[in-house]
């Protein structure tokens, strides 16, 4: 993942975070509608954390590289 010498002030952080889980909600939304597809992020009816942690790595890898 990129990085940055920018030091993100406490009150931005708390907006990203709002968005970040804004984020996650809906990535796991348009992964729920693929179950049992390629994206699938559950293993034995619970979300593989794992699975899901890596694919949002590697989203955050690709608009890092934008």
Known sequence: MGSS???LT???KLELV???EA?????????ADDI???L???EDRK???????AMLWYIGDYI???
């Not at 979300?47 to 942690?53: A, E, G, M």
């Open 64 to 66: 890092s590289t934008c």
């Open 47 to 53: 979300i593989d954390n794992n699975k899901l942690t």
């Open 18 to 20: 709002k968005i970040a």
């Open 10 to 12: 406490i009150e931005q």
């Open 36 to 38: 049992g597809g390629i």
């Open 23 to 31: 984020f996650i909600h809906k990535i796991e939304g348009e992964l």
């Open 40 to 42: 699938d992020p559950y």
């Open 5 to 7: 010498n920018y030091e």
